[in-house]
């Protein structure tokens, strides 16, 4: 079972920036394409971000796009989401997904389905 460890939650103020990592085991890290889901109460859960397995490509989600950066940190296997100007609908339990990959470049994958590995989550609540 690959166990992916999601970090960096906390409260943060609407319009304040905030960073979160998901820690991989290397082997996974370095053959899989990874993503940042989250959801809120009451909500299903949403697409974020994504990253290739190579991380040349990213895709985001229409409402974080110039706000949130998905990067991959090769020295730690961690994928980072970037998290700034944050607003008051972004607060939700955000998760990390990996799923291995044929295709390293240039792949990104939006769907839930299409990962096979979850995080556990963590919370990112947002006050006003």
């Known amino acids: 079972q690959v166990q992916l460890v999601e970090s960096g939650g906390g409260l943060v103020q609407a319009g304040g920036s905030l960073s979160l990592s998901c820690a991989a085991p290397e082997r996974t890290f370095s053959r899989s394409a990874m993503g940042w889901f989250r959801q809120a109460p009451g909500k299903e859960r949403e697409f974020v971000a994504a990253?290739?397995?190579?991380?040349?490509?990213?895709e985001y989600t229409d409402s974080v796009k110039g706000r949130f950066t998905i990067s991959r940190e090769y020295a730690k296997n961690t994928v980072d989401l970037q998290m700034s100007s944050l607003k008051p609908d972004d607060p939700a339990v955000y998760s990390c997904?990996?799923?291995?990959?044929?295709?390293?470049?240039?792949?990104?994958?939006?769907?839930?389905?299409?990962?096979?590995?979850w995080g556990q989550g963590t919370p990112v609540p947002v006050s006003s």
């Open positions: 990253i290739s397995g190579r991380g040349g490509s990213t």
């Open positions: 997904a990996a799923r291995s990959s044929r295709t390293l470049y240039g792949v990104t994958y939006s769907r839930p389905q299409e990962y096979a590995y």
